[in-house]
């Protein structure tokens, strides 16, 4: 059994639509689509053209790594493979970012400074 | 000589070019290549990823300041290059489909475009987009000029162009190491080392190229595009 041999007509597409999807993500730079409020802490504002920025930038990437990397055909295996790698970066970030986003939540104990006055008695 | 072995050694002379013992059929040696190769991606996936993770922090830190800065960037530069580099991926995938066709001197040849075309985005990221951040006083460490008209977030502006020249830095290296492996690649297609059976160097290496490819499809949006172009008025 050979590998799958993906049509030369399937790449050229793919190419005109990634280039198609670049050209979009560009223009729409340059529009104020302005901002989603979810009402929730941390996460209230959320800007309308990161979203569509990033969501373009999936859709290329999957297109990429389906086609133009042949992993539409491969083993069940190296698929779980690559999502494993996407499920480590997200642990990365989302963790990175609990500590980031909620340091101000409580109050910190005063610094060391404060003890400084007992020290130097 | 036992039989066995006389008709082992008959199975060895008769496989097929580029076939290893350890493997039971060629089907499973190209899926052992393409999985050991994707397990280094996920690798370089986590080692991006660092540098992303710390991009979206301090960008959620800082944000006018990376908004400034993102603006201050050519986005024609990051546009033309996106699209340099798209076209290079289709090259590649181009040159594998002709090692499953048999085709040789078309390998060679999209192999030869896809190199022109890295070659062509480099150029473009270093002669040009660099000179010209260089130029302005864009570069920290390198004369970085804080210039009044950015106001407040005006401090934190080299912050974005670290994470800018770190992360365009770490992509081109990338696909200068991409680009040494296709030079090689190619000789090896001239020499016709590659069949429809076997073809895992170039296989592998188009997983590594069409990766880097990926990469710059996120750093375009994250330095050029999400810094609130719109509120620039005109263009750049």
């Known amino acids: 059994m050979s590998e799958h041999t993906v049509p030369l007509k399937l790449y050229v597409g793919i190419f005109f639509a990634l280039l198609a999807l670049t050209g979009l993500t560009t223009g729409v730079a340059f529009i104020d689509i302005g901002y989603f409020h979810t009402g929730i802490r941390l996460i209230d504002i959320i800007p309308l053209n990161t979203v569509v920025a990033l969501a373009i930038a999936v859709a290329k990437m999957l297109l990429v790594i389906l086609f133009f ?12 493979v690559i999502l494993s790698g996407f499920l480590f970066l997200g642990i990365l970030v989302a963790l990175t970012l609990a500590d980031e986003l909620t340091r101000n939540w409580s109050p910190v104990p005063t610094g060391w400074g404060a003890f400084l006055p007992y020290l130097h008695r | 000589m036992p039989e066995e072995a006389v008709a082992d050694m008959a199975a060895h002379t008769a496989h097929p070019p580029g076939f290893a013992h350890q493997f039971e059929n060629m089907e499973q040696q190209r899926e052992a290549g393409s999985l050991g190769m994707w397990v280094f991606l996920v690798t370089e996936i986590m080692f991006f990823g660092g540098l992303f993770a710390s991009y979206i922090v301090y960008r959620s830190l800082y944000l006018a300041s990376f908004e400034t800065g993102s603006r201050l960037l050519d986005v024609r530069f990051g546009a033309i290059n996106t699209a340099v580099l798209i076209g290079s991926s289709l090259t590649m995938a181009l040159a594998i489909r002709s090692a499953q066709v048999g085709k040789r001197q078309a390998q060679v040849i999209f192999l030869v475009l896809t190199m022109i075309l890295g070659a062509a ?8 987009e660099w000179r010209h951040d260089y130029m302005e006083h864009l570069v920290p460490g390198f004369g970085f000029v804080i210039k009044p008209e950015w106001g407040a977030a005006g401090g ?12 365009t830095g770490l992509h081109a290296l990338h696909m200068i190491i991409g680009f040494g492996v296709l030079s090689v690649l190619a000789v090896m297609a001239h020499r016709g080392r590659f069949t429809p059976e076997y073809h895992t160097p170039l296989e592998v290496s188009g ?10 499809i996120f750093l375009f949006p994250l ?5 609130g172009r719109y509120a620039m008025g005109g263009g750049h």
């Open chain 2, 156 to 167: 934190h502006v080299p912050m974005f162009f670290c994470f800018y020249f770190f992360m």
């Open chain 2, 121 to 128: 985005f480099l150029f473009l990221k270093f002669n040009f």
């Open chain 2, 207 to 216: 997983l590594y190229w069409h990766f880097v490819d990926i990469v710059w």
């Open chain 1, 69 to 80: 990397m042949h992993v539409k055909y491969s083993s069940s295996l190296t698929k779980l």
């Open chain 2, 223 to 227: 330095l050029y595009l999400i810094g």
